[in-house]
């Protein structure tokens, strides 16, 4: 059974007390999820449905899709994933040793929960009420760019999602994520951490762009985070990402971001990063953003992103 939003969450939607891009009436949870070991997570990016305005989303979600993505590097931006073929999907299954997820809230009765058992990805658009991918019922609708999608969670939806509001990027800056977990474990644990964003709007995560600061070049690659250990506290977590670099085209954006027990392959921005046999442990959200005009740079800041990243 769902969890419904208390009266007092489900008032501050309705009043739009919540991120102004987002409509949230998520009621997709099914805790308390400490107890349960037969969830599994997936995707929500968009896949064969409008990603933008005129462009379909090619993102790795559905269970069977057959659309194909493009990479595009410039030169002296090497690979870092594999050449995309059809599209896979990403789901998670909380099998093994205590389970953690993205986002951290709790029921009346003090027990955490923050995912459900989805059978599919859960996108739509126009949202339905139901999955472009499956007939499965979706949980909310997040809105962006004059356009509004089912999904699983929503940025804000004070239940499921690990964001308060929808993330908001700027063109050739340093960024970093901060999202809300909970772990069951009564001890700190290493998970693996994958962060993908569309920078040049083409509805899939396969590519790099370059942004040149006062004279120097650096890679921005849509897959922004690739399998960096992180340490999940036990129990509610507010965590920061590592900074990554922004492409230089500003523009609307769809980031993915992915909490897993063991490293993703090389295929994950196209293909889901395990194969048919899924991820063990963890959850995938799914997230509309905004990639905004560049402003001008602190070069200390920059010079401290160059460094990390030689």
């Known amino acids: 059974m769902r969890r419904v939003l208390s009266a007092v969450a489900l008032t501050v939607a309705l009043l739009g007390g919540l991120d102004s891009m987002s409509a949230c009436w998520a009621v997709d949870t099914d805790g308390p999820d ?21 462009v379909i989303g090619k993102f790795p979600t559905c269970r069977s899709m057959n659309l194909v993505g493009t990479q595009e590097l410039p030169a002296g931006c090497p690979p870092i994933s594999t050449f995309p073929g059809i599209t896979g999907h990403i789901f998670h299954r909380q099998n093994v040793g205590p389970a953690y997820w993205l986002g951290c ?27 472009f991918c499956t007939s499965e019922p979706t949980d909310c609708v997040e809105s962006a760019y004059g356009l509004s999608w089912d999904q699983d969670e929503c940025a804000g939806d004070g239940s499921d999602a690990c964001l308060s509001a929808l993330p908001v990027f700027t063109a050739c800056q340093p960024f970093a994520l901060t999202f809300t977990t909970y772990s069951c474990d009564t001890n ?16 899939d995560w ?14 921005a690659y849509e ?42 392959s090389d295929d994950y921005p ?19 953003g905004t990639i905004q005009g560049q402003v001008p740079t602190v070069p200390s800041s920059w010079g401290n992103l160059k460094a990390a990243y030689r």
């Open 34 to 54: 400490c107890l349960k070991n037969d969830a599994v997570d997936w995707g929500d990016a968009p896949e064969g449905v409008l990603a933008y305005p005129g």
């Open 188 to 203: 700190a644990k290493n998970v693996f951490l994958n962060i993908c964003v569309d920078m040049n709007h083409d509805g």
């Open 223 to 264: 897959w922004a985070v690739k399998n960096q250990v992180i340490t999940l506290p036990a129990g509610c977590a507010t965590l920061t990402s590592p900074s990554f670099p922004i492409g230089p085209t500003p523009g609307p954006s769809w980031m993915r971001i992915s909490l897993t027990s063991t490293p993703v």
């Open 270 to 288: 196209w293909a889901g990063g395990a194969g048919q046999g899924g991820v063990d442990g963890g959850e995938t959200e799914d997230y509309p």
């Open 105 to 131: 809230y709790f029921d009346d009765a003090g027990q955490a929960f923050g995912t459900d058992r989805d059978q599919e990805g859960k996108v739509n658009q126009p949202p339905t009420g139901t999955s």
């Open 206 to 219: 396969n590519d790099a762009e370059l942004c040149t600061i006062n004279g120097n070049s650096t890679c």
